[in-house]
Structure formats: structure tokens, C-alpha cells
């Protein structure tokens, strides 16, 4: 089987497993497990911030010793052992969940991590023409088929069983395609013969600390990704406040949002291409993040029918798919300046996906106690905040060479001087 096959099913059988249970944890915690609402968020809240540590150890040994089949199949296969023993815990344990989820998150953390990394270097390697983005929609594919399909089986048997079941088959499916992944892929190759591979992983974070605009871009990572945890943790309980709302609802609402994903992902390449010339990929992620905050924020106020939220969910496609091809192309090239490609990458995903998520819960949960209304305004607010300033950033800028990526056309060579590694336009 090629590379860009095996790449797409990995991608397709991980996430239709994590859909099969992960949206749902809250829910298996409290009805299945026992715990009270306050135990259930400390459980949500110690899964990402483990995910920061486990990701950032585990892929720093993978890059520096080049270990990445081993570090990938052994996350795949704890994270998946550790998510199917939430089934046989007892019920009321609150410390043995905490401690689960915390391990779960420290495990999953690389496992996505070391594909994307694997999968942008092979495409710049071999020349293919196929791009990240094609490959990558494959997992909203499999995660938006198989959230559907696992509730729905799930309402038919009367328990949580037929999720864990479909989680088990989909988590197997994932360690061998990604094994036979890694057999055919093989681990990062050194083309510079090897002149790097004597440094030390300290060495390494120490070019990658002083490399311009690292700290700038991991800044706008956590900045989407708070808005992402606002979202994501309190649209329904907004909704819900609505008139029309409904589980029906907002299971549609799910699948809008994967079609808008996997349509954007396809087309990331020639919207990002057209963008180069225009306000630029960043202006848009920022543009349509306000759009869905400012228009759930004025539906709530004006009391609409929960419904018209089918008209602002589309937007997905561009906050998350669109912002994702930003984040990581962007990762990529810094990563392979210092040859720690699955460490940026693991630090882009924490930041946009473990602390800055978990913070946008806990800011929107807050918020949310106060005056439902406004749930979405302080995220909201820190997004503009942080629009401006790098507007203004930018336009400070505008005299200097501007570094491009490879997803605008130019090609970056990464050169060894007295300052460390540069990213020089060729």
C-alpha cells in the first residue's frame, strides 16, 4: 500500500476512534461512572494539561534518538488500553479517574503529533504533489461517520458498550495501519549528513528558543485555541437555552461542521495560494472566529431559534481546518530548522489543543455561571485584542524581507551560522 494511503487511513480509523468516545466523556463519566458535575471537570481539566507534559517528553525522545515507531505504537496502545478501562472502573472511584484521564491525555498527546510530522516531511521529501490537508481531512471523515453512528448505537442498546466496542476495533485498526505507516515511511532522514545529530536535545531547544517569531506563532496557537474551548464546551449549553433546541440539533450541528471541515481541508491548498495575494491566511482565521463569536453572541441576546445556528456553523471550516494548515505548516518549518519535528509539532497541538482549550472552558464555564449571554464576549474580546496587535505587528514590519512558507510558493533553506539556525528565503 503507497505512503499517501496508508497516511490517509491512519488518519480515518484514529479519529473515527476518538469519536466513538472522547465528545462523549463527560457524559460516560457522570451516568456511567457516577461522578458529580465538579469531579467530572477536574477529570476534563487533568487530561489536556497531562497532554502538555506527555507530548512534549514523548516527542522530544522521539526526535532526539529517532524513535518515533516506538514512542507512536506504545501512546497508541496505552492511550487506547487506558480509554476502554473507564468501562471497567467502578462506579464513584474519583481518584483512579483522575488518574486515568490524566494518563490517557499524556499518551494520546504524540500519537497525532508524529503522523502530521511524518506526513509533511514525507510530502516535501518525495516531491509527491500530494499535500497535508488532502490527507488530513480523511480524519474529520472518520470522526464525523463514526460520532453518528456510535450514539446512534448506543440509544439503540440502552448503554455505553457498543462505543467502547467500535473504540477497541478502530483503536487496533490504528496500531497497525500506522505501524505498516512507519515501516514504509521509516523514521526522519538526516540530509545534511548528520552534522546536527551530535547535539543534544538542550542544544536543539536552545536554536529553537532563539529562531524569530517561534514564542510570536506559538502565541497565536494558544489564542485560537482558547476560542476553540469556548466553543466547543459551550455552545450547547447556550443553545440549549434557545427555543428549538434539541439532541437532534445538535447532532446536526456536529455533521455541518465536519462537511465544512472536509470541504476546506480539500481545498486549503489553492484557498491559502489565492490568500497569499489578499489579507493574508492569519487576517481570515481571525476573521472568521470573530464572525461565529460575534454571531452566537447575537443570537443569544436576541433569543433566535437555536436552528439558525446552522447558518453559522460552516465558519468550522475555516476556524479550525483553515487555522490548522496555518498551524502547521508553520510548525513544520521550525521544526525541521532544528530537527525536532514532532516536538514543535507536539507544542503547537498543546498549545492550541490542552492549555489554551482548557482555559477557554473554564473562562466560557465561568462566564456562562454569571450571565449566559455572555459567554462568548471575553474570548471574544482577547481575540480581537490579539488581532490588532499583530495587525499592527505586521505593519511595524512592513520595510523587512517577509518570511514566507512553503504553502505561499518559496522554498526556506535552513543555514548554520554564530547566531544559530535561520530560516533564509531562497
Not at 473507564?86 to 462506579?91: K, M
Not at 529562531?211 to 485560537?224: A, N
Amino acid at each position: 500500500m503507497r505512503p499517501g494511503t496508508l497516511f490517509k487511513a491512519s488518519y480515518f480509523v484514529y479519529f473515527a476512534s476518538l469519536s466513538c468516545l472522547h465528545p462523549f466523556l463527560s457524559l460516560i463519566l457522570s451516568d456511567r461512572l457516577g461522578l458529580s458535575p465538579r469531579h467530572v471537570a477536574a477529570a476534563l481539566l487533568v487530561k489536556p494539561l497531562s497532554g502538555i507534559a506527555g507530548g512534549a517528553v514523548l516527542c522530544g525522545l522521539a526526535d532526539q534518538f529517532r524513535r518515533h515507531r516506538e514512542i507512536l505504537c506504545l501512546s497508541i496502545v496505552a492511550s487506547g488500553m487506558l480509554m476502554q478501562s473507564l468501562y471497567w472502573l467502578r462506579p464513584g472511584g474519583v481518584v483512579p479517574v483522575l488518574v486515568v484521564c490524566s494518563l490517557i491525555g499524556a499518551f494520546s498527546a504524540p500519537v497525532s503529533a508524529i503522523i502530521d510530522a511524518w506526513c509533511t516531511r514525507y510530502i516535501e521529501d518525495t516531491g509527491s504533489g500530494e499535500t497535508y490537508e488532502r490527507q488530513r481531512l480523511w480524519g474529520a471523515v472518520g470522526w464525523g461517520a463514526f460520532s453518528a453512528i456510535s450514539t446512534f448505537l448506543v440509544d439503540w442498546a440502552g448503554s455505553w458498550g457498543p462505543a467502547f466496542g467500535l473504540h477497541a476495533v478502530f483503536s487496533i485498526g490504528t496500531a497497525v495501519v500506522s505501524d505498516r505507516l512507519a515501516a514504509s515511511v521509516g523514521a526522519f532522514r538526516e540530509e545534511d549528513g548528520g552534522g546536527r545529530e551530535e547535539m543534544t536535545f538542550a542544544e536543539k531547544f536552545q536554536l529553537l528558543r532563539r529562531e524569530e517569531g517561534f514564542f510570536l506563532f506559538i502565541g497565536l496557537c494558544m489564542v485560537f485555541g482558547l476560542q476553540t474551548g469556548v466553543i466547543e464546551g459551550w455552545l450547547f449549553p447556550v443553545l440549549a437555552l434557545l427555543p428549538g433546541a434539541s439532541e437532534f440539533l445538535y447532532g446536526i450541528s456536529l455533521t455541518v461542521t465536519c462537511v465544512s471541515e472536509t470541504a476546506v481541508f480539500h481545498f486549503a491548498s489553492t484557498i491559502v495560494r489565492w490568500l497569499d495575494g489578499g489579507v493574508g491566511v492569519l487576517n481570515v482565521c481571525f476573521a472568521a472566529f470573530a464572525a461565529r463569536l460575534g454571531a452566537y453572541s447575537v443570537g443569544a441576546f436576541c433569543t433566535v431559534n437555536a436552528w439558525s445556528v446552522l447558518f453559522i456553523e460552516p465558519a468550522h471550516g475555516l476556524t479550525f481546518a483553515l487555522t490548522w494548515t496555518f498551524v502547521t505548516d508553520r510548525a513544520r518549518y521550525y521544526g525541521k530548522a532544528t530537527h525536532l519535528e514532532a516536538f514543535v509539532m507536539s507544542v503547537a497541538t498543546a498549545a492550541m489543543f490542552n492549555l489554551s482549550y482548557a482555559v477557554g472552558g473554564l473562562v466560557g464555564g465561568l462566564t456562562f455561571a454569571m450571565n449566559p449571554l455572555m459567554t462568548f464576549l471575553p474570548t471574544l474580546a482577547v481575540l480581537l485584542a490579539a488581532w490588532a496587535a499583530h495587525t499592527w505587528t505586521v505593519r511595524g514590519e512592513a520595510s523587512r524581507p517577509r518570511l514566507k512558507t512553503k504553502l505561499s510558493g518559496r522554498v526556506l533553506r535552513a543555514d548554520d551560522d554564530e547566531e544559530g539556525i535561520q530560516l533564509v528565503a531562497q
